[in-house]
């Protein structure tokens, strides 16, 4: 079984429910999904903070399609994480209010994208967020109220920023956290090159994150342009060259965050910059083809089901 968790960022004119549909049928048992905020399908007509309920209800209509059971035993956006601003601080509750009826039982937490900076603005464009936002205590009066609603955060943000996330999650033990694309990857710009010294910090700070006990890794955006990772070549690259390229990153986490606390995610469809869905999955399946049959159900399904709570999903 595999679960995919979906997307991270709109990147694509468009991928609804028959296009998904159709990667989910290329050959991989995947049973259920994750929809993690796209900043898609909000409300036209909604304050400035109200406006992202819309994500959720469109989520949740793709996850009622599936529900039918018309396109096959699967549980299609199972699990839902929005976007909040949580810089409206005790205001954030209403919203968080708003997207679990949004969810119809099926919303599980949020992802503030705002957080994700880089002292170069170059390199983010438009898309750069605030600087030292995990820190800032507004955003920090907000975050406290995903514990008192049994909420988790998905955490997106640079390896730069780890230290930040060290900080936020050693200060509120009580919120799941979900760290995306294992901790931020991001080696263009300024940033480019280094890459042995790169790794050397980033593994550092992903020992150091993994003593948080209510962190958990995701194991997988290494398709997204802005890793460093990807090499600008005509050849699509095989499931096997993706695989000695982004071991080294994957074990890494598993080793430090064991089984228990890793899952693969699909990233899709925005690492479909680098690879097909199936080629994807096949990628992550070579590289735990060593791992034990207890060791791969953890990385390919029981952390998440576990993690986003998807036995309760409607």
């Known amino acids: ?44 007509r909604a304050t400035e903070a109200l406006r992202s309920v819309g994500e959720v209800e469109f989520a949740n209509g793709m996850a009622a399609i599936a529900a039918s059971g018309e396109f ?18 005790d205001a954030v509750e209403e919203v968080l209010h708003a997207h679990l009826r949004a969810g119809g039982g099926r919303y599980r937490g949020i992802r503030a994208t705002a957080v994700v900076y880089d002292d170069d603005r170059r390199s983010l464009g438009d898309f750069g967020g605030v600087p030292h936002l995990m820190l800032d205590p507004t955003f920090r009066q907000g975050f406290r ?5 049994g909420l988790s955060y998905d955490a997106w943000q640079l390896e730069y920023q780890l230290p930040e996330l060290m900080d936020l999650a050693r200060s509120f033990p009580g919120v799941p956290i979900i760290v995306n694309h294992i901790g931020g990857l991001f080696g263009i710009g300024s940033h480019s090159g280094s890459s042995e010294s790169r790794f050397a910090q980033w593994q550092r700070n992903i020992r150091l994150l993994s003593e948080c006990p209510n962190v958990t890794m995701k194991l ?76 791969k159900a953890a990385l390919f399904y029981e952390t998440a089901k576990r993690v986003y709570r998807l036995e309760d999903a409607a």
């Open 145 to 149: 109220h995903l514990e008192r609603l």
């Open 220 to 295: 997988g955006g290494l398709g997204m342009p802005t890793t460093g990772l990807t090499q600008r070549t005509d050849a699509i690259p095989s499931s096997h060259e993706l695989a000695v390229r982004w071991r080294p990153y994957i074990e890494a986490c598993i080793e430090a965050f064991g089984v228990r606390r890793c899952m693969f995610e699909s990233n899709y469809p925005v690492d479909a910059a680098t690879a097909s869905y199936p080629v994807l999955w096949n990628t992550f399946k070579r590289i735990t083809s060593g791992a034990s049959r207890q060791e």
């Open 72 to 89: 096959g035993d699967l549980a299609m956006c199972a699990g839902i994480v929005g976007s909040v601003d949580l810089r409206l601080g």
């Open 1 to 44: 079984m595999a679960l995919a968790l979906l997307p991270t960022f709109r990147q694509h004119a468009r991928y609804l429910f028959d296009e998904f549909l159709e990667d989910l049928q290329t050959g991989h048992n995947v049973r259920a999904t994750v929809f993690v905020e796209v900043h898609a399908m909000y409300r036209a």
